[in-house]
């Protein structure tokens, strides 16, 4: 066999796959990955069953099933009032990930080099790395995970090509505010760096809370490559269906590579998506469902030893174990996955560096029963 070289030397399984493997072999309680475990609508699976019977199984068109195109279209216009052409700005894609690879892989060139906010979603550096940009890194401020605009104005270079967000932000539950989009107006103004906003949780906002979509702000978007998932929002992450809204220019590069790696997106579930998007009730609705379950999974874990963070988004929150325990993030997730039956993740796999201060990642978008027994679990440790 050929020598391999490989491209990505220091990678190695993701911890996701890890985690809810070990989960799996130890029969533990998974508040690792971030998935539900409780069903989807009945109504949007309904709605595939039917596409399929009316014969929706062949290829859609490359861009993506346009009535569900022109859905998207429409809920950006309400949501963010934001004219987006469904024709020229809209792509439906196998995934989030999908998505944000495929931005970054239209964009970059060898030595580019690409701000990201650590800790981040453990797919962007890899993906920057593989089209041999360069990532650099600027860590969130620990506890409270906000972003220091002096420290990214310190990191800009004439080779600054892009900057990642992900509002509301996995692994840390922090969100961006108005103050932030400020500073990067100010920052990306008059300037050739292009934003990938990471926004799979758009709807997963607490407390009343403005989303902060780049999607509000044409100075933003004009720069913007913003990236969606319908797994996160439909509860069925299993289907692996997003999209990236991006000026015509830019969305045109996304397809050049978007064509030649899986062409088009399934096709009936697109089919059933153009349907049920147009019910607004389902996604306006879904914060404040996911805030009762970041309550209750609070209000249980009182009990425990944990420091518990402030969760403003997405379905994750942190808990702190520095006070009672010296292991390092990764020995006590393994440790707490096998003694006590709960897989977690260590937020020092969202960091390229040794950061470790001491913190796991629980998802709680699970059943009431899921979360009181990880939770009892959680207590006795
Ligand atoms: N986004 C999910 C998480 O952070 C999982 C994605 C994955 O497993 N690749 O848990």
């Not at 990930?97 to 906010?117: K, M, Q």
């Not at 998007?277 to 996911?290: A, Q, R, T």
Request: charged share 20%; proline share 6%.
């Amino acid at each position: 066999m050929p020598i391999i070289t490989s491209k990505l030397p220091a990678i190695g399984t993701t911890i996701f796959t890890t985690m809810s493997s070990l989960a799996q072999e130890h029969n533990a309680v998974n508040l690792g990955q971030g998935f539900p475990d409780y069903p989807m609508n009945e109504k949007l699976v309904a709605l595939v069953d039917d596409a399929m019977k009316k014969g929706y199984n062949q290829y859609t068109h490359m861009n993506g099933y346009l009535p569900l195109r022109e859905a998207i279209a429409e809920k950006i216009n309400n949501l963010y009032g934001m004219g987006i052409n469904p024709d020229a700005e809209i792509t439906v894609t196998p995934g989030g990930t999908y998505a944000i690879y495929t931005s970054l892989t239209a964009i970059l060139r060898p030595g580019d080099e690409v701000i990201v906010f650590q800790p981040c979603y453990d797919s962007y550096i890899p993906n920057i790395v593989v089209n041999n940009a360069v990532p650099v890194t600027v860590p969130l401020q620990y506890p409270d995970y906000s972003i220091n605009w002096e420290a990214v104005r310190n990191a800009i270079t004439p080779r600054t090509r892009m900057i990642m967000l992900n509002s509301p932000n996995n692994p840390t539950g922090a969100v961006l505010r108005e103050k932030d989009i400020a500073a990067l107006r100010e920052i990306v103004a008059d300037t050739g760096i292009f934003i990938l906003s990471d926004e799979v949780y758009e709807h997963l906002m607490f407390d009343e809370m403005p989303h902060q979509s780049m999607l509000r702000y044409p100075d933003l978007y004009e720069r913007s490559f913003v990236c969606f998932s319908f797994g996160k929002t439909y509860h069925c992450t299993g289907w692996k269906i997003g999209y990236c809204v991006s000026p015509p220019a830019a969305t045109a590069e996304f397809r050049k590579v978007h064509q030649f790696n899986c062409f088009s997106t399934d096709t009936p579930k697109q089919v059933a998506l153009a349907a049920f998007l147009k019910e607004e009730e389902y996604y306006l609705e879904l914060g404040k469902i996911m805030q009762r379950k970041r309550d209750f999974f609070l209000q249980i874990m009182q009990g425990s030893r944990f420091k518990m963070h402030s969760s403003f988004g997405s379905y994750f929150v942190l808990g702190s174990y520095g006070h009672f325990s010296s292991e390092t993030e990764k020995d006590i997730a393994i440790r707490i996955t096998k003694e006590f039956g709960v897989a977690t993740i260590p937020v020092s796999a969202f960091y390229t560096d040794s950061t470790d201060n001491k913190v796991l990642r629980f998802c709680f978008c699970k059943k009431e029963e899921t979360l009181e027994k990880a939770a009892g679990r959680l207590c006795k440790v």
